[in-house]
């Protein structure tokens, strides 16, 4: 009996969700990751390059901005969005991250904290991906304290802002076309949201190097000195943290999915390794204790994707709120990193060779486990949530 891990992947047939026009879209990314991506994803990452042969082919398959309506967009559901971040991620995370920052986080904050006019005039072209976005909030001194202790800063100046700072792990800035940045006003002390064009003078990046996970990610190290931000791209609906809130509400769903498809595409590829592996005479699929990983894993990716699931349907009800991505995230991702430790387990020494394509979920893993808030930060969410009582300090 031979056994196709796609399939015994989704144990519970949770893709039956999907309607079959959404399920023909998500198959059409499925075959491009596998048939395009998978070959050539490997040497990327160990060089620490990105491949942009890929991103025609990305843009083709009109995935960029795909819950939101209007505005060149495709307007289809937060679930088949989800699925198609796991996706995605399940052959490689990197790429998950580079189409989450963009269509997510980038693209997110324009469609939810810009005026119409600013959605007409960027949404179109980042759709088609005729213009690649990012996102810069994260600091080199602040992290989880991006609510009020950013230091980068933004001044008035007539019809103009001036913004300086340093923002750290910026993805696809080195390469992009706009990044979103937000700052603290110096006057009234509020987080506010920037549009600003990577050319313009004082906009500087930097390229962090040596990373042992999402090696192809482009992370930048930002410096901004004295950017001069026209005040028609300050984003017109950001007037303090919590609008921000609003952006990673939605997105840190997103990181959710893509943890269940690093745990998915780690276990099956364990499962591939272990059907054709062979110790005594016969594979070691068949062996007790291989069979306990495998189950493990499973669980765990089973789970994950039902929560996630459920999730994205709040999200297209309107009903999903802050708890709801903080508990998708800390779950999914302490669950994607037993997952992908089982994985490697299960392969033994062959576990950290590149060529057996484990190893890379298993250090990109680590990545995800701390983006978009650590565990400890959503769990703290969670927990005011269900006693009402914060814990914040």
Not at 328 to 342: F, I, L, N, Q
Not at 363 to 384: C, K, P, W
Request: with cysteine; proline share 3%.
């Amino acid at each position: 009996m031979t056994t196709d891990p796609v399939d015994t992947a989704d144990f519970y047939a949770l893709e039956d969700l999907l309607d079959p026009d959404e399920q023909d879209f998500l198959h059409g990314v499925r075959k491009y990751m596998t048939t395009e991506v998978d070959p050539i994803i490997n040497r990327h990452w160990q060089r620490g390059s990105f491949p942009f042969e890929i991103v025609p082919g990305i843009r083709d398959l009109g995935l960029a901005g795909l819950p939101y309506r209007g505005y060149g967009c495709p307007g289809r559901s937060f679930l088949l969005d989800g699925m198609v971040a796991m996706e995605l991620a399940r052959t490689d995370p990197s790429i998950a991250t580079f189409a989450g920052v963009h269509g997510g986080l980038a693209m997110g904050s324009i469609y939810l904290c810009g005026n119409d006019e600013q959605k007409r005039r960027f949404l179109p072209d980042m759709a088609r991906m005729d213009r690649i976005g990012a996102f810069g909030l994260t600091e080199p001194e602040v992290g989880s304290g991006a609510s009020g202790g950013l230091r980068t800063t933004a001044r008035r100046d007539g019809d103009s802002w001036i913004l300086n700072g340093q923002k750290k792990w910026i993805g696809n800035a080195t390469f992009g076309d706009l990044t979103v940045i937000w700052a603290k006003d110096i006057d009234d002390g509020q987080v506010k949201g920037f549009v600003v064009a990577n050319d313009t003078p004082g906009f500087q990046t930097s390229k962090l190097k040596d990373k042992i996970a999402l090696r192809v990610v482009q992370n930048a190290l930002i410096t901004l000195d004295d950017v001069r931000v026209a005040e028609k791209d300050r984003l017109q609906q950001a007037n303090s943290f919590r609008d921000t809130a609003a952006v990673l509400r939605m997105t840190r769903a997103g990181v959710a999915w893509m943890a269940v498809g690093c745990a998915r595409g780690a276990y099956e590829n364990a499962l591939r390794y272990a059907m054709e592996r062979e110790q005594f005479g016969r594979p070691i699929a068949g062996f007790q204790l291989v069979q306990d990983l495998l189950v493990r894993m499973l669980g765990n990716i089973t789970s994950s994707w039902a929560l996630c699931a459920r999730l994205s349907q709040l999200q297209d009800q309107g009903r999903a709120e802050d708890r709801h991505s903080s508990l998708a995230k800390a779950w999914c991702t302490v669950r994607m990193r037993e997952t992908v430790g089982y994985a490697r387990e299960l392969l033994g020494g062959n576990g950290i060779l590149l060529e057996h394509n484990v190893g890379r979920f298993v250090a990109d893993a680590e990545a995800i486990y701390s983006y978009e808030g650590t565990r400890e930060m959503n769990t703290l969410i969670v927990g005011r949530a269900i006693t009402g009582l914060s814990a914040f300090v």
